[in-house]
């Protein structure tokens, strides 16, 4: 019975050592966006596995600091000057998510505070859309 103590209580120790590693250590470390614009993120997005459609929220086709990101191929700058930003009309969203960059992080707070799970706050972006695609954006930053 003595020669068997040492190794019950090393596992012991393992399992009680397991039981409190604080549980942050086991979970993946948000992506810090702090310095990133617009093409950084849509980047990581697509390096996440995301394959999204990028239309250009003006008319002349640049990249401002808002976007339109969708899984329809054939969506213009056109077809999104109908939808309506808010959660009351988020059917028209099926597909698709507007992402902005903000001039500071404290700046979108009043956009996010009232989208529940179809918008999202990575630090200087707010995303709006339809959930599951805000839902695949959080993952994609670890948030």
């Known amino acids: 019975m003595k020669k068997c103590f040492p190794v019950y209580a090393t596992f012991c120790t393992t399992l009680l050592l397991l039981t409190f590693v604080p549980r942050y250590a086991r979970q993946p470390r ?3 966006t702090r310095n990133w614009r617009l093409t ?4 990581h997005l ?6 999204f459609h990028v239309v250009p929220v003006g008319d002349s086709g640049k990249l401002g600091n808002t976007v339109y990101l969708t899984e ?3 969506a213009t700058w056109q077809s999104f000057q109908t939808k309506i930003r ?4 988020i059917e028209q969203w099926q597909g698709a ?6 001039p500071s992080e404290d700046y979108g707070e009043w956009y996010v505070v009232d989208w529940g799970s179809y918008g ?8 709006f859309g339809d959930s599951r695609l805000v839902e ?3 993952k994609a930053f670890n948030r």
């Open 72 to 74: 329809d191929p054939e």
């Open 30 to 32: 948000h992506i810090d």
């Open 46 to 51: 697509r390096s996440s596995g995301l394959a």
């Open 40 to 43: 950084e993120f849509i980047d």
């Open 86 to 89: 808010n959660s009351k009309h």
């Open 97 to 102: 998510v507007w992402v902005e960059y903000l």
């Open 120 to 127: 999202c706050q990575i630090d200087r972006f707010a995303v």
């Open 136 to 138: 695949q954006i959080r």
